[in-house]
């Protein structure tokens, strides 16, 4: 409960309601370099990261971009879920993170019964896109400076 309570999206959530999320929820813990999800699998959980950090990365063709580094509170694994479709990035534990895994089908419920998470996963979600379109920009600058050079 006090876990949950730390994490931002559950923040507003009233303790008989958190008592719920907690019945629903895996605690996994990985080790620094493990593998939380990768890209191109199918989503089956969400995972929210209590402690640690670790960073997201996609797959190019002169090797895999980091685009992120995730600390405590922080959401991943939702956009295969919301969208059905495979991993869109891999997560990389950079230290030892402790994570909580919540399945697709109580995600998706805890989406529906309060809005309040619904409202903040959004907001991240928007915050991410921002953050990637920064990085694809300044990719794309670093790039064509890189051909201008050549």
Known sequence: ?????SVPIFAGIE????KLIAFTAD???YRAGQ???RQGQP???AYVLVEGEAEVSVETE???YVVATLGSGDVVGEISILCDSPRTATVT???DVSALRVRKDSFLQLLRQFPEIAAEVMR????RLTHTNEELVRARNLAASRDDDA
């Open 93 to 95: 534990a950079s230290t």
């Open 62 to 64: 002169s090797g895999d």
């Open 15 to 18: 303790p008989s309601r958190l």
């Open 1 to 5: 409960m006090d876990l949950l309570r």
């Open 35 to 37: 593998v939380l999800v």
């Open 43 to 45: 989503g089956d959980a």
């Open 27 to 29: 605690s996994i813990a």
């Open 124 to 127: 991240t979600l928007a915050e």
